[in-house]
């Protein structure tokens, strides 16, 4: 059974810094593609990066330079450390997994940036 579980969202000031986790089981985590979406109330679920098995990044326009996906095929989690935070980086967080066939999603963990 596929399992991913997120955690690090919490609340913080903006201008801070976060580090999102995702724990993976039951899955060949080093061939998948990883990625963070995020989802505001109101909003489509959105993109926020992604990281392929070879290790190449993409970043929503709106978190380059402030956010940095990373992975570590021997634990097998995937990151997201996210600085500089801002209001509107307020969202549920969710960590995606994709190869061949369906995606799976985790249950999403809430980072909330407000002063």
């Known amino acids: 059974q596929v399992q991913l579980v997120e955690s690090g969202g919490r609340l913080v000031q903006p201008g801070g810094s976060l580090r999102l986790s995702c724990a993976t089981s039951?899955?060949?985590?080093?061939?998948?593609?990883m990625a963070w979406y995020r989802q505001a109330p109101g909003n489509q679920r959105e993109l926020v990066a992604a990281i392929t098995h070879s290790g190449t990044t993409n970043y929503a326009d709106s978190v380059k330079g402030r956010f940095t996906i990373s992975r570590d095929n021997v634990m097998p989690t995937v990151y997201l450390q996210m600085n500089s935070l801002k209001p509107e980086d307020t969202a549920v967080y969710y960590c995606?997994?994709?190869?061949?066939?369906?995606?799976?999603w985790g249950q999403g963990t809430q980072v909330t940036v407000s002063s």
């Open positions: 995606n997994a994709k190869f061949m066939g369906p995606d799976y």
């Open positions: 039951g899955l060949s985590f080093s061939i998948y593609t």
